[in-house]
């Protein structure tokens, strides 16, 4: 059975940080891109982040560029996202997902999500 588990979540004020880590079991992550998607109350799940499988290739959405790392260790399994110099409007559910499907790296479609999230709380 596949399960991602993310976790690293939390309350923080604006301009601080947090590490959010996403732990992959059932499957291994090596073969696959992985991607870090968030969903604030009452809007769609929008991209953040991708990697490539080997961790030499990112991307990024406009709005967390320049403030969020993704990084990735295969030999544990996980992908991480390091956030920082956070604001308000990063306040969202953060999933991590495997790309699968055909249609583009930004698009949610193209993922499979098979954890809960964590929750991103930024105080203003």
């Known amino acids: 059975q596949v399960q991602l588990v993310e976790s690293g979540g939390g309350l923080v004020q604006a301009g601080g940080s947090l590490r959010l880590s996403c732990v992959a079991s059932?499957?291994?992550?090596?073969?696959?891109?992985m991607g870090w998607f968030r969903q604030a109350p009452g809007k769609e799940r929008e991209f953040v982040a991708t990697?490539?499988?080997?961790?030499?290739?990112?991307y990024y959405a406009d709005s967390v560029n320049g403030r969020f790392t993704v990084s990735r260790d295969n030999a544990k399994n996980t992908v991480y996202l390091q956030m920082s110099s956070l604001k308000p409007d990063d306040t969202a559910v953060y999933y991590c997902?495997?790309?699968?499907?055909?249609?583009?790296?930004?698009?949610?479609?193209?993922?499979?999500?098979w954890g809960q999230g964590t929750q991103v709380t930024v105080s203003s």
């Open positions: 997902g495997f790309y699968t499907r055909s249609g583009g790296r930004t698009a949610m479609a193209a993922y499979d999500f």
């Open positions: 059932g499957r291994i992550i090596s073969s696959y891109v």
């Open positions: 990697i490539s499988s080997g961790g030499a290739s990112t």
